[in-house]
């Protein structure tokens, strides 16, 4: 949307494809936005879209981009209701799809208890008791560095064996965090009150908040679609004026490499909405 408001004021006609899955729709507060810290994400979307329309430019579209292709003077994208859009220039910025745990009322606390990112959400935490879950050997850095905000940190692999080897498990005794490989069978407390996991043999970890290091995965089909070069990550590799490799397509976003965070997309939207209109000088129907 902040790739719209620039091309926006350079007088550009947008349409704007979106599926509405929004990454973070499951939480109640984004953090660290200058100016809405807090907010919630239907809160910024919302002013966002009034911001939109007072340019009376661009065009929503609630519905998922299924192919995109290069086409005369520009680029098809097909729609999954079917029909099919033209436009001279397309800016990607379909995000990610995070892969969540496997354990049972996840969606009870998840995005209120539970986060994936603690530079989002760590603050929250602090001084509070807080499981992590996962099980490669990366979670043995994760869990130190919760130590940040919690009061304790225990890492639960639920029920999968523990990747990291004997560095790791030395560096997570060191800081006096446990590594408990049992499954989990129930996370206990109101939706929203999470205070404790419970596991298969018999354990009750106390926590008040949970996070997860697992993946997530870039949703990059489009970009791999019109031939855009991908990270060995499988973001959508981007110039510093968020040009990818396809002339005439841009990507801006948790899709492209770096810090995930609102802002960062948001400015990454600013560069790529920018360059798109520039590029658009002196080409027919600019
Ligand atoms: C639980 C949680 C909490 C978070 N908390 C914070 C926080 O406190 N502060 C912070 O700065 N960041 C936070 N983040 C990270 C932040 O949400 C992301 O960095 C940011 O949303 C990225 O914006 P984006 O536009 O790249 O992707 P998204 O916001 O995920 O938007 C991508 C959009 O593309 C659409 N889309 C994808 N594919 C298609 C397609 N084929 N056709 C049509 N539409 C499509 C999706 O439906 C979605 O609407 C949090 C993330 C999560 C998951």
Redesign the pocket.
Known sequence: MTAALWLSRYRCKIAI????????R??Q?????LGAD?DT?TGLRERALRDLDRYGTASVVD????DARGAAGGFAVTLDRGDELRARRLVL????R?VFPDVPRFFDH??SRI???PS??GYEAKDQPVVAFGWSAEVAGFARGLLQWASSVTVVTDGRRFEGDERHRSALAEAGVGVLTDEVVELCGDPGELCAVRLRHGGVVPCTYAFFSIAHEP?N??AAALGCALTDEGCVAVDDDGCTSVAGVYA????TPGL??????AAK?ALAGTNCALSLRGDDGG
């Open positions: 494809v979106d599926s509405g899955e929004y990454r973070n499951w939480t507060a984004s953090h660290g936005y807090p994400p519905t998922q981009a299924v910025a379909t995000g990610v995070d998840y995005g986060f994936h990112c989002c959400d949703r089909d489009l801006a976003g948790d899709l995930q965070y609102v802002q960062v997309a939207g």
